[in-house]
Every structure is written in structure tokens, then in C-alpha cells.
Nanobody, 125 residues
Framework: QVQLVESGGGLVQAGGSLRLSCAAS????????MGWFRQAPGKERESVAG????????SYANSVKGRFTISRDNAKNIVYLQMNSLKPEDTAVYYC??????????????????WGQGTQVTVSS
């Protein structure tokens, strides 16, 4: 059983920064990719960033490229999302997820096997 716990969300003004963390636990934790997704009210869950667990290779949605950075600490089983230059449209519940196989694309939420409970990020204008 794998558990993911996100933290670090909050209220910030436009242009500000936040760092989200996702701590993983459980003997079965051995992901191929870890990803951050977000879901705003009335919208579908969308991909934000993904990281290959062993190589550290990263991918980003166009909407966050140059502003967000995903990273991981393999020893501690933690994934981070550093968010800079935040905009009101970044407001959403942010979720981290784990994908255990290489088939498919990092941005497809349906391919993720486990998820955290989410953390709210609110950016005021």
C-alpha cells in the first residue's frame, strides 16, 4: 500500500511563490514517474509537471513552463513543486500521483496508480 501526502499549499498574492511537497510511504512505493496535477472548480484535472523517478528527467505543461520546477529526493521519497510567479489562474487543488509503469504519457492522469489527498493553492490578484 502506498500513501502520498501533499503539503505546502496556501494563499499567496499574484507574483508570489509556494513550494509544494509530496511525501510517499509504503513498501510498494517504486514509481516510474511522479506527477503533479491540479483541478480548479468546475474543471477537469490537468497535468502540471512530471518527473522520472530514477533519471530525474522532467516534463511540464506549457502553462507552467519557466515558472514551476519539479524535483525529487529519492532518499526521502519526496517530490517537490516549486511554483514561482504565481497567477490567479493557478488557483486549484494540487495533487501528486504515482505512475508505476513506463507505458503511456506522464500527463495522462488515468495512468496513475495512486494519489494524494490534495492541497489547496489560492492566488489572489
Amino acid at each position: 500500500q502506498v500513501q502520498l501526502v501533499e503539503s505546502g499549499g496556501g494563499l499567496v498574492q499574484a507574483g508570489g511563490s509556494l513550494r509544494l511537497s509530496c511525501a510517499a510511504s509504503g513498501r510498494a512505493f517504486s514509481p516510474y514517474t511522479m506527477g503533479w496535477f491540479r483541478q480548479a472548480p468546475g474543471k477537469e484535472r490537468e497535468s502540471v509537471a512530471g518527473i522520472h523517478w530514477s533519471t530525474g528527467g522532467t516534463s511540464y505543461a506549457n502553462s507552467v513552463k519557466g515558472r514551476f520546477t519539479i524535483s525529487r529526493d529519492n532518499a526521502k521519497n519526496i517530490v517537490y513543486l516549486q511554483m514561482n510567479s504565481l497567477k490567479p489562474e493557478d488557483t486549484a487543488v494540487y495533487y501528486c500521483g504515482g505512475k508505476s509503469h513506463r507505458v503511456g504519457d506522464w500527463s495522462n492522469a488515468n495512468e496513475y496508480a495512486y494519489w494524494g489527498q490534495g492541497t489547496q493553492v489560492t492566488v489572489s490578484s
